[in-house]
């Protein structure tokens, strides 16, 4: 892959730029700022080796959620509950409550956990991450559409192999297949088909990295993802043009000099043409802070919000590590151009958009979010890089 997945050189943002870190470097880029898609008005700039989100204190937290549905108890092993997912069998879509026992059990084996030993020479940028290959293809949105086949557009599909529109939380535990490493990661992750203009034929990601990282100067107050969580990036409706140097854009990567907007663009602007060795890839960011009460909401996103000020807010109070999803398409740009599923007449990038279904085995998301994350420590997808 282009980007770092093979030779230890992550990419990092803030939540409004992305800056390349480190010895050997991508990019082909000089600009400090990359087209990153986040919600409107959601990102600030933030220090290469800073980031973190700040929620409430735990207690209060778990408090503020819904009563247990009685599948958990807070008697049960922290691991083994929130591994068979923190919901109870909540409605298909809409505000679907967190198991609260399962969510406490996971907060208390988070709290009691011990942080490991950090070797020499691991890096300060707090992240962890999942390396994930392409799965399958199906016109199916678990998420948006739960239980209706075929009613999507097309999506490209990582992680969970065995990701329908069917998929529940509880799938996502008994059928843990998946295409990413760590293997403990049973999560599924998809983002719209890309296409070639010319030739009508799918265009599949060659790389999609998955970074759970710290967005804030602080990981005071740091908890771990909750399983079951939906969240979406992007807006799949958005029908603008992506002109070179918009936000929101897909972009040209590589190691070495290079331009980012590519040396050339398509015939109606949208898509670059990239030089030398570089491909198309496309980065976005999604929340970094949780309601402490919801796995999702009628519109995929209220139940999550960015923080701002390395803190926050106070109706989302619960501080998670912000996903990012790095993709990488084995594709260089043309003239003709692309279209993404979600927008084949317009023939813009700016409908891109991914969603994210939550679903690690407990004590791994737990060891990574406190050695990587709230020790500020830079991991890959088995623990501390060295």
Known sequence: MSYASNHGVPWRLGRSKVVMAAAGLIVVAGAAAVYLATSPGSAKPSSVADASPVPAESGAVIGAAPAPSGSASAATSASAAASKS?????????????????????????????????????????????????????????????????????????????????????????????????????????????????????????????????????????????????????????????????????????????????????TNGNWPICGGD???????????????????????????????????????????????FDIQYGAKGTQQGYYLSSDKEGRSASSMHGDAFVMWDAATMNKRTKNCILQRRTCDNNGYQQ
């Open 86 to 266: 923190a919901t109870a069998k909540a409605p298909a879509t809409g505000w679907i409550p967190v198991d609260a026992a399962a969510w406490k059990a996971q907060v208390d084996a988070f709290q009691a956990l011990k942080t490991d030993p950090v070797p020499a020479g691991v890096g300060n940028l707090p992240e962890f991450r999942a390396d994930c290959q392409y799965s399958h293809s199906l016109a199916d949105d678990p998420i948006v559409f739960p239980g209706l086949a075929g009613s999507s557009h097309m999506h490209s599909f990582v992680g969970n192999k065995a990701v329908t529109a069917d998929t529940t939380p509880e799938d996502l535990t008994k059928f843990t297949a998946t295409t990413c490493k760590p293997v403990q990661d049973h999560s599924a992750y998809w983002v719209p088909t890309l296409y070639d203009a010319a030739t009508n034929k799918p265009v599949e990601t060659t790389g999609f990295r998955v970074y759970y990282r710290s967005l804030m100067n602080t990981s005071a107050g740091q908890l771990p993802m909750p399983n079951g969580l939906r969240m979406i990036s992007g807006d799949a409706t958005k029908r603008q043009p992506t002109p070179r140097g918009a936000q929101g854009q897909f972009y040209c990567a590589f190691y070495g000099p290079g331009d980012l907007d590519g040396v050339a663009r398509s």
């Open 278 to 324: 570089a491909t198309l890839h496309f980065m976005m960011q999604f929340p970094d802070c949780w309601d402490g009460k919801h796995l999702d909401s009628p519109n995929h996103k209220d139940h999550v919000k960015h923080g701002s000020g390395n803190a926050c807010p106070a109706s989302h109070p619960v501080k998670i590590p912000a996903i990012t």
